[in-house]
């Protein structure tokens, strides 16, 4: 992967798990559609770097301040207080689980780095399976767009994978910004 991208991969990585409300799947996607699975998972790696970093400064911010970390979260699209109130009691009561399906549910990650550092938690083992939860996610989406990629490929249409994957991601958020409470 040249550094562009990757640095591209890791900031958007990095905001998201801050305040930023598009995930990373999305250039993760798109860059295994465009180059293979290898370049994907580069990708997935660096955004997960980026997501540990985020992670960690909402985490520690969060820590000194909650309320006013929950006011900020409360203003990004598609996440409302409810939802914050909710990701803190699941983190409250089995934090290791919440944090690994979170991303699987559509609970933005910036919620469960806020609430383990609002409730104290430590830190490392908060990253060490952050990055698991993370790094798992964004794989099973480097896979599932290696495998339109491949099935496209079989009838001579791999080109057409990046721009329906795009389509895709547009659609997906008019749901889920839709869908979500705000």
Do not use: N
Not at 17 to 36: C, E, H, N
Not at 76 to 103: F, K, N
Request: with cysteine; charged share 10%; hydrophobic share 60%.
């Amino acid at each position: 992967m040249r550094p562009i991208p990757a640095v591209l991969v890791f900031a958007w990585g990095a905001a998201e798990a801050v305040l930023f409300f598009v995930v990373a799947d999305v250039p993760i996607t798109l860059m295994t559609a465009r180059s293979g699975f290898r370049t994907g998972l580069i990708a997935a790696l660096w955004a997960t770097g980026g997501a540990l970093l985020g992670g960690a400064l909402l985490y520690l911010w969060a820590g000194a301040d909650a309320g006013g970390v929950d006011r900020l979260l409360d203003l990004v699209p598609a996440v409302s207080a409810g939802q914050i109130a909710a990701v803190r009691q699941q983190m409250a009561e089995e934090w290791i689980t919440a944090t690994l399906a979170g991303g699987f549910r559509g609970d933005p990650y910036k919620l469960h780095a806020a609430a383990a550092g609002a409730q104290g938690l430590s830190l490392l083992p908060f990253l060490a399976i952050s990055a698991i939860a993370r790094l798992s996610r964004f794989l099973c989406s480097a896979a599932l767009s290696q495998a339109l990629t491949w099935v496209l490929r079989r009838f001579g249409r791999a080109r057409w994978a990046p721009p329906l994957i795009g389509i895709f991601w547009i659609g997906f958020y008019a749901w889920y910004w839709t869908w979500m409470p705000w």
